[in-house]
């Protein structure tokens, strides 16, 4: 179990993370979702230990995480600006993380800079953002850390980079469970990895849910338009969407099934809603929901 | 792998690379002044002793500039990190006053064959050596110390913060070299005793050194120094 308990992170007078508590059972993949400034790279520095709280603690099987050598060598932290001198060479990073990190695997290294296509010859200077971040995937995935936190690693790749890291994740995820916690902007991209979403808002955390409850929050109705206003007044509307005579709206509502029922009787459709639409929901400044847990 | 191997991996391809550039030079210079004249004082003194500490100086500063991060970032804690490069620069701090003393018996040996000694030159002598060593030491130590401190205080506070560390980081360089610099040949460049001044230089690298662990203790992880 991952504990954070009141962890408070502080620039001067700044209040990045503000007394956040939360509980991350270990072997799942956690989303960490929040818009810019919201505190969620301090965060992770601070479940990482790449910085101390002001205040509050993180704690992985109930030992203080900050300078423990048992925890910090089983977390693993890629940024989303790559960890390296830009003199290095990719083959030496793989080499240095292959000296340190216990469970390493270097031939699972080799086969990601493969499919990465990156040349291990090549200076970290030379490299272009893209592949910079590649790199931290490999450097990420191959360690092979308990705790593997990956911050926006995705920056810079192409469409088809990004569909390999998010396959390779989630096949070496079955093959070797660990906790793994991605940040990310890219919510529809990633969000059927998730297991659990943690959303912060403003260095607070606004929500921590299993992500199918969180799908199960709301639901999204589509059909004819004047049918779905009709359906749809006196909801909390997340979203919508209208082509020519159809609408599709997402409801921060769970209907019971006797509206349902109603709802298919005036030819309306219903499916789960996105997480991206109810993240949007929960951090737009004027409709502001309570945390949960 | 503990971090001190590491660290002799990652530094193998400069100290090599170094020992030869000096040793390289030691020869074309004392084989250039020898061909003109009888050699008058130690190149080796010179060039190995003054050349050491500076590099030892800048050693300091990449570890934690460069190295701190990396190590960090592939789950080394902070402390023994700082382990980690104490036993590392220790190795090279007394690896180099040995090689000091060495080069300098060689120097001495080969010149006197070659009846090359100037009446001034510094000719090798148990009791010399000891002495040599027992400068070298503490110099080496108190440069690497203070290269690690400064780059302590541009990596961990604000630039205008950093400049008042360096400044008190630059303390054990310079008492070390005020008190136990040597000369070209070999002799202290003052009348301090040299228990006291050997006292004094690493009272201030001590003192330094634990301001440099404090420094570190739970420095933040930045991306990039300063």
């Known amino acids: 179990m991952i504990e954070l308990r009141g962890v408070t992170v502080r620039y001067g007078r700044t209040v990045a993370v503000d007394d956040v508590t939360l509980d991350l059972p270990t072997g799942k993949i956690y989303g960490l979702l929040g818009r810019n400034g919201s505190g969620k790279t301090s965060l992770l520095s601070a479940l990482a230990s790449f910085r101390r709280p002001a205040f509050g603690v993180v704690r992985v099987d109930g030992a203080d995480a900050f300078e423990n050598p048992a925890v910090m060598r089983n977390t693993c932290f890629i940024r989303d600006t790559l960890d390296c001198n830009e003199s290095d060479k990719v083959r030496q990073l793989m080499c240095f993380a292959g000296w340190m990190r216990p469970t390493w695997d270097a031939d699972y290294a080799a086969k990601l800079l493969d499919l990465f296509e990156i040349n291990p010859r090549k200076r970290a200077s030379s490299l272009s953002r893209g592949q910079k971040s590649a790199v931290g995937v490999v450097l990420g995935l191959a360690s092979r850390a308990p705790l593997t936190i990956l911050d926006e690693t995705y920056l810079g790749m192409d469409a088809v980079a990004r569909a390999a890291f998010y396959r390779e994740l989630l096949e070496d995820y079955l093959a070797h469970p660990r906790t793994i916690v991605l940040s990310t902007h890219l919510i529809e991209e990633v969000a059927d990895l998730f297991e659990r979403v943690v959303i912060i808002d403003r260095g607070r955390l606004l929500l921590h849910e299993e992500t199918d409850e969180l799908r199960g929050r709301g639901v999204t109705v589509t059909g004819p338009a004047a049918a779905v206003g009709e359906f749809v007044a006196g909801h909390t509307v997340l979203g919508e969407q209208s082509l020519g005579g159809v609408r599709a709206v997402t409801l921060d509502w769970h209907p019971a099934a006797d509206d349902v029922a109603r709802g298919e009787s005036a030819g309306l459709t219903f499916g789960p809603v996105g997480i991206q639409d109810l993240f949007i929901h929960l951090t737009s400044r004027a409709e502001r929901l309570e945390a949960t847990r | 792998m503990s971090v001190t191997r590491v660290l002799f991996r990652v530094y193998r391809p400069i100290i090599l690379p170094f020992v030869a550039i ?18 008058g004082f130690s190149m080796w003194l ?11 100086l800048v050693v300091g500063i990449i570890l934690i500039a460069m190295q701190l991060r990396q190590f960090v970032v592939n789950g080394a804690t902070r402390h023994e990190f700082l382990a980690g490069m104490a036993v590392f620069g220790l190795v090279l701090v007394v690896g180099w006053a040995v090689a000091i003393v060495l080069g300098h018996g060689i120097e001495s040996a080969v010149l006197g ?37 400064i780059a302590a205080g541009f990596y961990r506070w604000r630039a205008w913060i950093g400049l008042v560390v360096m400044v008190g980081g630059a303390v054990p360089a310079i008492v070390a070299d005020a008190l ?18 050997l006292a004094a230089s690493l009272a201030a690298t001590a003192l330094v050194a634990w301001g440099l662990h404090r420094a570190i203790s739970d420095v933040p992880i930045r991306r990039t120094a300063g």
């Open chain 2, 22 to 39: 000096i040793v390289v030079a030691e020869v074309i210079a004392a084989t250039a002044v020898a061909s003109a004249q009888d050699l």
């Open chain 2, 46 to 56: 010179v060039l190995g002793g003054q050349a050491a500490k500076y590099w030892l």
């Open chain 2, 113 to 149: 064959a070659l009846d090359k000694q100037g009446p001034d030159y510094p000719t090798f002598t148990a009791g010399g050596a000891l002495r040599e060593f027992g400068q070298q030491l503490p110099v080496s130590l108190a440069y690497f110390v203070s290269g690690a401190t």
């Open chain 2, 180 to 197: 136990l610099g040597f000369n070209e040949w070999g002799g202290l460049t003052h009348d301090v005793p040299y228990p006291g001044a």
